[in-house]
C-alpha cells in the first residue's frame, strides 16, 4: 500500500492534469460541433429562403402575365397560386416554429416575416 500511495504521491497530480486535459478537450470539441452544426443549419435556412424568394418573383411574374394574356384564372394560375403557397410555406419553415401552418396562419406567418 506504501507502494501505491508513493506512486500516487508523484503521478496523481500528472494523472488527474491529463484527465482533466481530456475531458476539457472533449467538452471543446462537442461544443465546436454543435456551433457549427447551427451555422451550417442557419446557412441552409438562408439559402432556401433565397431560392423560395426567387421562385416566388418569378412565378408572380408569370402568373400576371397569364392573366394579362387570358384575362381569367384558368388551370394554369391556379398551378402557380399553388407553387406560390409551397414556396411560402418552405419560407415560413425555414424560421423556427413555422412547421405544420396552414392556410390563414401560414400567410400570417408569412407577413409577420416582412415578405
Do not use: C, P, Y
Request: hydrophobic share 45%; aromatic share 6%; charged share 35%.
Amino acid at each position: 500500500m506504501s507502494k501505491a500511495w508513493a506512486w500516487l504521491k508523484k503521478w496523481g497530480g500528472a494523472l488527474f492534469g491529463g484527465l482533466a486535459a481530456a475531458l476539457l478537450f472533449v467538452l471543446g470539441a462537442g461544443w465546436l460541433w454543435r456551433r457549427q452544426e447551427r451555422t451550417l443549419g442557419r446557412v441552409k435556412d438562408e439559402m432556401a429562403v433565397a431560392k423560395a424568394k426567387a421562385d416566388i418573383a418569378l412565378l408572380q411574374g408569370v402568373r400576371e402575365e397569364i392573366v394579362r394574356q387570358v384575362g381569367e384564372k384558368d388551370q394554369a394560375t391556379a398551378e402557380i397560386d399553388e407553387k406560390l403557397l409551397d414556396n411560402r410555406r418552405k419560407i415560413v419553415e425555414a424560421h423556427e416554429g413555422g412547421e405544420g401552418l396552414e392556410g390563414e396562419d401560414l400567410e400570417r406567418a408569412f407577413a409577420e416575416l416582412g415578405l
